[in-house]
């Protein structure tokens, strides 16, 4: 079973930021919080991943409050392409590919 | 580089027969895992695969198969197919280590399967 809660649904205007919440509150110490995304489709692709700080790349942030027990990924200027359903994991870090992948959250970006 | 890259990517079979899929890993990478999506249940974990080894496998019934080759190419098997298993079948690989991976996995196109 997924360890994540996420809304099944969110629109975002184009242009603007889109911030799609997830809670994890049984996380454990040593588990990272991953996000993916699938467009229609596509294979899933990974956009961010971290423990406990704050992570920024290319794609996106990633938000994860102090207790752990939420994260927030950001992507800061939404754009039509971005129409996806976004997934947040959490995972271990021992030698373990099974992601336990949830509902997801839709995100529909509009013009 | 070349991504993960599955094949088939479109299959029709007919209930009963038999079906093997094809996953040809990033070069360089080690681990191939395999998940089943349908509308219904979502992504789900088949198994993973590691130097030629299965050390891992969700909770699918014995006709689902699977096996890595020594270049780390990978397949699975369906046997005695039923309707239920129409899905795509998504392929991942990543650079695991033993211990202590923390990198992403890297998925494929897919390949969908349609049973009759």
């Known amino acids: 079973d997924a360890k994540t809660t996420q809304p099944p649904s969110m629109d975002c205007a184009e242009g603007r930021a889109a911030n799609l919440p997830c809670n994890h509150s049984t996380i454990s110490g040593n588990e990272y919080v991953y996000w993916y995304r699938q467009i229609h489709s596509q294979g899933p692709q990974y956009i961010i991943h971290?423990?406990?700080n704050n992570e920024t790349n290319e794609m996106a942030s990633l938000i994860i409050t102090e207790d752990r027990k939420s994260s927030t990924l950001i992507l800061p200027h939404a754009t039509l392409r971005d129409t996806a359903v976004y997934y947040c994991i959490v995972r271990g870090t021992y030698n373990n590919n099974d992601m336990r992948f949830g509902a997801g959250t839709r995100l529909t970006v509009k013009p | 580089k070349a991504g993960v890259t599955q094949t088939p990517r479109y299959l029709i079979k007919t209930r009963g027969q038999q079906v093997t899929l094809s996953c040809s890993p990033i070069s360089g990478h080690r681990s191939v895992s395999w998940y089943q999506q349908t509308p219904g249940q979502g992504l789900q974990f088949l198994f993973e695969?590691?130097?030629?080894?299965?050390?891992n496998k969700g909770n699918f019934p014995g006709r689902f198969s699977g096996r890595q080759f020594s270049n780390s190419r990978s397949e699975m098997n369906v046997s005695t197919l039923e309707l239920g298993d129409s899905a795509l079948y998504l392929c991942?690989?990543?650079?695991?280590?033993?211990?202590?991976?923390?990198?992403?996995?890297?998925f494929g196109e897919g390949s969908r399967l349609t049973v009759l």
């Open positions: 695969y590691f130097s030629e080894t299965q050390r």
């Open positions: 991942a690989s990543s650079l695991a280590a033993l211990a202590g991976n923390t990198g992403e996995l890297f």
């Open positions: 971290g423990l406990k």
